[in-house]
């Protein structure tokens, strides 16, 4: 005979009228409900004429002719209070037992003071009877009704009679991660490897903290922590899988759940502060996101510590969050608020048709949770998750939707560049310049612009690309194969480029880069030959420079050999070309704001298709003009103290023109 069974055997024999031996249970098993006592209790026998009367804050009304047998014992027994099955905190009323040898011809009314219960647990509260054989409040048919602080069931069948509702905590933030950096032991590469880029260790918004080491099988372990409060699901680009996943032993029973849900070949959850090992052999990137089906995970995760569902695996528990997660569309990104507060409605909505138990959504929670064999255990899952779903029913994922809502927003808006990792190629990089971008998927571009740059052999080991020797000239080259996108598509990428590399520092150099990309076509011998209609037959003047990047300014004199300071210079022309960060909508309000200044509005076809303009005007020294268009403006001025009528607005605006046509050009 085993030890459990022994004692098993010793219990039975000490407990009188035990139907059937229940086990007591093991660790990681439910704990047994809390067993009803009448040691003490006085009965009150009950006949034809019926009763009322109250005992330990419980009122018994037993009707007239309610009592068909001679007589009915009614005891109420000792409270019961919170209990703790593991499944679920729950809380139970006093019970009240009753003993008659047939059913009662109309329900006695048993009434509970629940004046200290919350409405909402109050709400989702429900009439149970003690089952000797399994010895658990089983949930009885017993209706129920909760007024004026008090909970009524009305019973007509003899025995144990309580009520059991959940105990509900306050709906509450999440709580901020302190998660540890993960620890590798040997970071040594693989032979397929080149490099390893994570989130910068010092950069505060990472949402995650990675790092490698050597596996076997010529496969790369990659370690993964979650240092948000909101859950993320961690994917391989394109249809990359993981060899391997191995997940933190110390994962809560819903994440355990959660993460059942959502794990494929190359996906795999991040729950807040969790840990989890994947294994890779080739070179690719995971991004750790947030989304629709990760938000909704979180205000589930909420929803089931407000329902205080416990850590003792249940087939019911883990139905509800499948069920319930399987009512959200998606994944589908997280765009603003709105979207926090539809999932909510969505949770509620899909809770109120699992309240029919005709409904579809019953259905399929019934299938999500299989066959099971009787038992305590199992009653008490079913019991907590019947609760769980009146008060989901009830609007408590709006409350939570509400409450989390700013949270995951911000957590969503977090930079990619701390919430994702990759593994370059060995004997990558190559010609800088090799690359060919996509012009409107910055994601994919500021992937392929770090993989040229720190896929070479001199960057692997480097702590921040920033500090290899020669890293702007560098940076310059790889960025040269954007000149092929338009000025607006590389402002946009030079804007999000910081947020989208690991390691946002070494990004300043190509950003930098990206200003005066369109302008590094244009020397000032280019412009030279580009404004020939107003400096035709002129000379290089000296002394003109242009502060900052992305600025080119040019001279040209009259005569030879002259510089911008020397006191009587001649007639000369001069031009500025700069980088600026002005989108259609800025030209545009430009465009508005110059047509009533003192230069003025020029046709021209030209810089009309380039989504731009150009004012000028005559003063008395020559020509003043000014363009602008998406991502660039273009200055021009001539000037002579003795002939300033040599030049045309025409050839000005042909000049300016034709700098555009060099900028815009693909």
Known sequence: MTRRAAACVTAAALVLGLAACVPEPQDGEARRDPAPSFADARTTQVDERGDRWSAAHVSIDVPRDAVRANAANITVGDPLGEADSGIARELFGTPVRIETPTVLSQPASLSWDVSDLSSAAASAATAVRWDRDLRVWRPSPDPVSVEDGRLTVAATEPGIVSWAAPVLQTIADAEDQDAAAPSCTDAALPSWAGAFADPDAARPESAIAACREAHRDDVLTV????????????????????????????????????????????????????????????????????????????????????????????????????????????????????????????????????????????????????????????????????????VAAAGAFDEIAAARSEALIAASASPLGGASW??????????????????????????????????????????????????????????????????????????????????????????????????????????????????????????????????????????????????????????????????????????????????????????????????????????????WLPGYRIAVTTTSGDDPAQWRMSEAIAAVEAIATALTDD
């Open 223 to 390: 370690r993964t922590v979650n240092r948000d409060d909101t859950a993320r699901v961690l994917t391989l680009d394109g249809d990359e899988a993981f060899d391997w996943v191995t997940r933190d032993s110390s994962l809560t029973a819903f994440w355990q759940t959660a993460a059942g849900l959502v794990d494929d070949d190359g996906t795999v959850l991040l729950p807040p502060g969790a840990e989890v090992a994947t294994g890779i052999d080739e070179a690719g990137r995971a991004s750790a996101r947030i989304d629709t089906r990760t938000a909704a995970l979180d205000l589930l995760s909420a929803f089931s510590a407000h329902v205080s569902f416990g850590e003792v695996s249940d087939r019911h528990v883990s139905a509800l969050v499948e069920t319930l997660s399987g009512c959200v569309a998606g994944p589908a990104p997280l765009a603003d608020a709105a979207s926090v507060t539809a999932l909510g409605l969505t949770l509620t909505a899909c809770a109120q048709d699992l309240t029919d138990p005709d409904s579809d959504a019953s259905g399929t929670l019934s299938e999500n949770a299989g066959a099971g064999e009787e038992s305590a255990a199992d009653t008490q899952g079913e019991r907590a998750v019947a609760a769980a779903i009146r």
């Open 422 to 627: 990759a593994v370059l190629p060995s004997g990558g990089g190559g010609d800088l310049g090799s690359w060919t971008p996509t012009c409107t998927d910055a994601e994919s571009d500021a992937s392929a612009l770090y993989a040229v740059l720190a896929g070479r052999p001199e960057a692997a080991e480097a702590s921040s690309l920033a500090d290899l020797p020669g890293w702007r000239t560098d940076a310059a080259d790889a960025v040269a194969p954007l000149a092929s996108c338009s000025p607006d598509e590389r402002a946009r990428f030079a804007a999000q480029l910081p947020d989208l590399w690991p390691d946002p520092d070494a990004a300043l150099a190509p950003v930098e880069a990206l200003a005066g990309l369109g302008l590094a076509l244009l020397s000032c011998e280019d412009l030279f030959t580009l404004t020939a209609p107003v400096s035709g037959g002129f000379h290089t003047l000296r002394g003109i420079s242009a502060s900052g990047t992305g600025r080119v300014a040019c001279g040209w004199s009259a005569e030879e050999g002259r510089s911008i300071d020397d006191a009587d210079l001649p007639s000369y022309v001069q031009v500025w070309v700069s980088h600026e960060n002005a989108d259609a909508d800025e030209v545009t309000r430009r465009r508005t704001e110059a047509s009533a200044g003192e230069l003025g509005l020029q046709e021209s076809d030209v810089l009309d298709a380039a989504g731009g303009f150009v004012v000028g005007a005559y003063v008395p020294t020559g020509l003043e003009l000014e363009s």
